[in-house]
C-alpha cells in the first residue's frame, strides 16, 4: 500500500502561480506519479505524469507551457508548478500513483484508471 498526502493548494489571483506537491510513502513499487484535477460537475481529468525511474513527463495538452512536473527521488516526492493560472483552473488537485506494472502508454495516456494509489486532494481556486 502506498500512501500519497497533496499539498500547497490554496486561492491564487488569475495570473498567479502555485507550486503543489504530493509525498509517497514509498516510490520502490511504483512506476509513475500523476497529477489530475476535478472540477464540481465535471469528470476527474489528467494533467501531468512523470515516471519514477527516468523521468520521462508526459502533459495535457491544456497545460503544456504553464505546468511543469518534476520529482525529487530522494525525498520520495513529486511537485506540480503552475503558472499563469486562470479561473479554469479551479478544481481539486489529486496525486496519483501507477504501479511499475503499468505499461508506459497507460501511464503517458493519464488515464484515472490506471493509477492505483489515490492522494485526499489539495483545492486550488483562482479567483479575483
Known amino acids: 500500500q502506498v500512501h500519497l498526502a497533496e499539498s500547497g493548494g490554496g486561492l491564487v489571483q488569475p495570473g498567479g502561480s502555485l507550486r503543489l506537491s504530493c509525498a509517497a510513502s514509498?516510490?520502490?513499487?511504483?512506476?509513475?506519479i500523476g497529477w489530475f484535477r476535478q472540477a464540481p460537475g465535471k469528470e476527474r481529468e489528467g494533467l501531468s505524469s512523470?515516471?519514477?525511474?527516468?523521468?520521462?513527463?508526459f502533459y495535457k495538452d491544456s497545460v503544456k507551457g504553464r505546468f511543469t512536473i518534476s520529482r525529487d527521488n530522494a525525498k520520495n516526492t513529486v511537485f506540480l508548478q503552475m503558472n499563469n493560472l486562470k479561473p479554469e483552473d479551479t478544481a481539486m488537485y489529486y496525486c496519483?500513483?501507477?504501479?511499475?506494472?503499468?505499461?508506459?502508454?497507460?501511464?503517458?495516456?493519464?488515464?484515472?484508471?490506471?493509477?492505483?494509489?489515490w492522494g485526499q486532494g489539495t483545492q486550488v481556486t483562482v479567483s479575483s
Open positions: 496519483a500513483a501507477a504501479t511499475d506494472a503499468t505499461p508506459l502508454f497507460h501511464i503517458a495516456k493519464m488515464r484515472t484508471r490506471s493509477y492505483d494509489y
Open positions: 514509498s516510490t520502490s513499487a511504483l512506476g509513475a
Open positions: 512523470i515516471t519514477v525511474r527516468d523521468g520521462k513527463t
